[in-house]
């Protein structure tokens, strides 16, 4: 077992994980801390050291408006029962990172996870990431800190003024975790890892972070695949704020010059002499607006797009990609436009022009309660529609992409599929809940994790299961073939019915943005 190893930076030692077979490596450093003369600064590669390092702690959490495990919301209960006894502070870009290896010359491929969090929230040892369970199928996987939120994401003209003329404006987080994936490159093979066969996945921001990972042209040549859970971000002509949307720098600049005004803080000399709790103490205090206030920014050097417009204009590596969602976030809160009347869907297909009557007789809506549903369904719905465009776009390029969606019994209240309820499942972590999972929920389990796995092997999710099960056929998704992996009881592959009204969606999409 790998249990010390020698990294560019000097010697790190592991510990034996729960299982016997998995080396841990907790708190391992990518980057110098980014404090003091570096806070809202890009990351500095860490500096070497003597001796050997242990890695035996998690590194503190980054800062957040809230600690996480502090008080009785759904998701302490859910996913952070533990936290409160760690850290946060500024100092948080570390690594987790769990290797089945018993020498570097195995060269097992490498599974990168970013966590969501709505870029505001969340730490990259939550209790359902438990990187032993999906390590011990042969794949060394690697858990990802950044900077989240204020200190991940602002933008203000003293920061632009500040910043080199080939330098990347703002976009911290974003720039912690490209850091943390190059040196992962770079590294990867001291933990018996292939630098060669890196594939990345995140959920919810993660997914949005995956995405922006992907596009980016500061990682060309780093990334062999990616997984992009809840959701994928796509924009239709029709929208007026598509989902994923990321701010322009002059948008995210005035921002920050309001941020300051509204906190009393005269400029960035200020804010830099004051204490990360201090600045956080101000982000707390002001309206519900500010709790997303700080995310990616289209910068024009790491991000030089949308992301969708890189889709459209097929400006993203032609890798494998499996994307998806869970149904049950799909049919309520955040992710599920207002319902509409019938007098809003046709109110709504005025933006077709000439074939506004074409797409009302495609959709087969007669009445308030037909049009009610459509929101709930592919043809409007924010996460299935982007989902399955998405790969319908996909397809017409040539470009292979695996379509899943999670609609599984979670026990325990009637929360149902919510969001993140699937990262017990691809996580193999379901013993780390406090939900009674039984027999069933474990054997889905056990197929989820293969699938994610052998996806990142070999690019292709098919194959055999942990115990040596063949799983049943994932078809990559085709346009008129309409394949879907569905994740309930069992894992069951579908096919999906004809939908005219998102076809028309997509088409009229591809006239505003292909360019």
């Not at 054997?443 to 690019?459: C, E, H, I, P």
Request: aromatic content about 12%; glycine content about 10%; hydrophobic content about 35%.
């Amino acid at each position: 077992m790998l249990r010390e190893v020698e990294v560019k930076n000097g010697k790190l030692k592991g510990l034996i994980g729960k299982d016997p077979r998995i080396a841990v490596f907790r708190g391992v450093p990518y980057a110098q801390p980014p404090v003091g003369e570096l806070r809202w600064k890009a990351p500095e590669p860490a500096k070497d050291w003597e001796g050997v390092r242990e890695c035996y702690e998690y590194g503190d959490m980054a800062m957040m408006r809230v600690h996480p495990g502090i008080g009785d919301d759904f998701y302490t209960k859910e996913l952070h029962p533990t936290a409160a006894s760690y850290g946060m502070s500024e100092d948080c870009l570390y690594l987790n990172i769990f290797t089945p290896a018993e020498t570097k010359e195995d060269n097992l491929p490498v599974f990168c996870y970013i966590h969501g969090g709505g870029y505001q929230d969340g730490y990259n040892y939550e209790v359902e990431f438990d990187g032993e369970r999906v390590a011990r199928r042969g794949v060394v996987v690697v858990n990802i800190a950044y900077r989240l939120g204020l200190f991940g994401f602002l933008a203000h003209p003293e920061i632009t003024a500040r910043t080199g003329e080939n330098e990347i404006i703002s976009n911290f987080g974003m720039q912690d975790q490209s850091l943390a994936l190059h040196w992962v490159k770079e590294n990867i093979r001291a933990f018996g890892g292939n630098p060669d066969q890196i594939v990345i996945c995140g959920q919810s921001a993660g997914a949005g972070s995956v995405q922006s990972q992907l596009c980016s042209p500061y990682n060309e040549g780093i990334i062999k695949g990616a997984i992009i859970q809840s959701g994928v971000s796509m924009a239709f002509f029709d929208e007026k704020e598509p989902f994923g949307k990321s701010i322009d720098l002059d948008v995210a600049e005035q921002r920050g010059v309001t941020f300051f005004k509204d906190a009393g803080i005269k400029d960035l000399e200020e804010a830099m002499s004051m204490s990360a709790e201090d600045l956080m103490e101000k982000v707390r205090n002001f309206k519900p607006s500010w709790a997303f206030g700080f995310s990616t920014i289209i910068d024009g050097k790491f991000v030089k797009e949308s992301v969708w417009d890189s889709y459209y204009n097929g400006r993203v590596p032609n890798v494998p990609l499996i994307v998806g969602c869970c149904f049950g976030e799909t049919q309520g809160g955040l992710f599920v436009n207002k319902k509409m009347t019938y007098a809003d869907f046709e109110k709504w297909a005025e933006n077709f022009g000439d074939k506004k009557d074409e797409v009302i007789r495609a959709s087969g809506i007669t009445n308030d309660e037909e049009a009610a549903k459509v929101t709930l369904t592919d043809s409007l719905n924010m996460l299935l529609s982007n989902s399955r465009a998405f790969c319908e776009l996909r397809s017409a390029q040539g470009r292979e992409t695996y379509l899943y969606l999670f609609d599984h019994d979670i026990p325990g209240d009637d929360a149902g599929s919510f969001h993140g309820s699937d990262l017990w499942f691809m996580f193999d972590s379901l013993g780390n809940s406090w939900r009674p999972f039984e027999g069933k929920h474990y054997d889905l389990a056990r197929q989820v994790t293969s699938y994610w796995t052998n996806f990142v092997k070999t690019g292709n999710p098919n194959g055999k299961d942990y115990n040596g099960n063949p799983l049943p056929q994932w078809k990559a998704y085709k346009s008129g073939e309409r394949d879907m992996m569905k994740f309930a009881d069992t894992s069951t592959p579908v096919k999906l019915e004809d939908n005219p009204v998102l076809d028309m969606r997509l088409e009229f999409s591809k006239k505003k943005f292909i360019k």
